[in-house]
Every structure is written in C-alpha cells, then in structure tokens.
C-alpha cells in the first residue's frame, strides 16, 4: 500500500495490510510542501483499492529570535543585592550623623 500527498505526487512511504486488511502507520509531511489544501491517497498495490482525504497544510510560523540565555534571575537577585547595599550604606551614615 502507497501512501501519497497529492497536488504534486509526493510519495510519502510504503505500508503492509495485514490479514483483515488493516493498515497502520504514520506518515510526515516535507516541511516544503505548499500550504493549502491537498488530498492523501493511501493506494492498494495489488487490491487496487483507493482511500483519500482532504487535508490542509498550514504554513510555517515563524519562531522567535533567540537572544541568548535568560539572565532574569540573576539581574533581579543583582537589583535586590545593590538595593539593600544602599539601604545599609544609608542607615550606617544615619547613624554617624546622630553619634
């Protein structure tokens, strides 16, 4: 059994019916298909039986820039760090004003 994405033939991989004559298997779309809609065939090779549907490919989106590594964390800790050096360097110079 052949499976297909038509429009422009794309074979998509090859399948064994079993017994029953049930068919399984899991077939990737190129990422350079056309978005839009497009039929999937799954063709019999010797029963010549034909299965299809109608499918639509949609476009890529596109993914953020990476900007390097998330530094966050460490910015807010260094924010907190210098703010309560400040709040210490001024309570220390309160201090001496009042000795």
Known sequence: MAALLLSKPIKLG?????SNGTVQGT???PKWTDPG????LLKGKESKLKLSAKITVRPNKPHLADTGEDRSLVMVGGTAALLALGAG???????RKHN
Not at 14 to 18: G, K, L, N, P, S
Not at 89 to 95: C, D, L, S
């Open 37 to 40: 809609r497009h039929t999937f």
């Open 27 to 29: 077939v990737t779309i």
């Open 89 to 95: 360097t001024m309570m220390a110079v309160r201090r």
């Open 14 to 18: 090859r399948f064994t019916a079993d």
